[in-house]
């Protein structure tokens, strides 16, 4: 059955690859982030390809432009089957390099976005009577390494919220997905020389983004009362690493 699929950071890696992978399996996409130029170019190879697929811009710290996301696509497509609450940054560092504002971005765009897009969709979602959040943490939400204390601290508290809020939902289906390292353009904002160098090096057992995507896919395809509540995904390159 085609399902209204939402996805935040949907203009690059992972939420880009479940873009096109949930297309083109039937699915209706709505793309959400802040660059639009890249929404719209993919909105249009969706479209080329058959899929149906639609944007708007989006930034997920902003309760408000969340809201207004989710808004779009009900009016547009009538009902929201699921949200993937997918944007996330990761600017890390040593913490005695004191990236203050680096640490509110990871807080405001990792966790507040999550919490942003689990509201604006569960008033809908439970009106409806079913519905699924997925959300993406990490392996950073299963250990801790040294420089991503805050991005983990970030990914540990996205884990926490979806158990929570799996517990209690009875309509919805609650899903986290926590991906090792994965080629996309995280960490680009990396603004110290020598974590960027270390992060660089992670890359070389990084998964490509459609095993993500095909994660989602799954966890998406279940009968309605199969709910796959958790996933970790790595590269089996990973071996001996937690990330
Ligand atoms: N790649 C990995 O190794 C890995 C591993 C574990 C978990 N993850 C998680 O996977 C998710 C996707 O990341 P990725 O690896 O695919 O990296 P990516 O290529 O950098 O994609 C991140 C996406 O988030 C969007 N985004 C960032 N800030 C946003 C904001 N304020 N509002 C709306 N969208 C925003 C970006 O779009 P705009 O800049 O256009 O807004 C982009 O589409 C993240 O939550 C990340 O933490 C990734």
Redesign the pocket.
Known sequence: MSKIILI?????????ATARVLAANGHVVVL????TE?LAQITAEIRANGGVADYRA????DRDDVKAFVAFAHERFGRIDVIFN?????PVSPMNALKTDEWDRIID??IK?VLNGIAAVLPIMEAQGSGQVIN?????AHAVGAQFGVYCAS?YAVRAITEGLRQEMTSVRVTLI?????????G?DISVDSTATDVKQLRSI?LE?GAIANAVLYAISQPDDVDVNEMIVRSVRSAGHSF
């Not at 959400?32 to 660059?35: E, M, N, Q, S, V």
């Not at 926590?178 to 995280?186: A, D, H, K, Q």
């Open positions: 935040t950071g949907a203009s690059s890696g992972i939420g880009e959400g982030a802040r660059r890249r989006l930034d997920v710290a997918n944007a996330g940054v990761m765009i990792n976005g993406t943490a990490s392996t950073g990914k926590s991906p090792g390292v994965t080629e996309s353009e995280l680009h990084a983004t």
